[in-house]
């Protein structure tokens, strides 16, 4: 079962994403959470003083959970997260 010991995340702006670890065992799984997802779920408002890290860490139960449920999905070590995902 996957899990999510390591609290690091970081924010790619040029990406649009937000980065994210989670383990399987001793095999770890990177996942990348797309902002738009995360400002839908969050109820931001893109700009440039978005703080997107501050938004993750409030709603990182939810992210957690559909990062769960779509590596039990796809089973892969690199999965992006939408909102199709939550």
Do not use: K, L, Q, V
């Given at each position: 079962m996957i899990g999510f010991p390591n609290?690091?995340?970081s924010f790619d702006e040029d990406a649009g994403t937000i980065r994210?670890?989670?383990?399987?065992g001793v095999m770890e799984v990177r996942f990348l959470l797309e902002a738009p997802a995360l400002e839908q779920i969050a109820g931001l408002d893109r700009s440039p003083d978005t703080d997107y890290l501050a938004a993750f860490d409030r709603i990182r139960g939810k992210i957690d959970a559909a990062a769960v449920r779509a590596y039990k999905k796809h089973r892969k070590n690199l999965i992006r997260l939408s909102i199709a995902d939550f």
């Open positions: 609290e690091m995340r994210f670890s989670g383990y399987d």
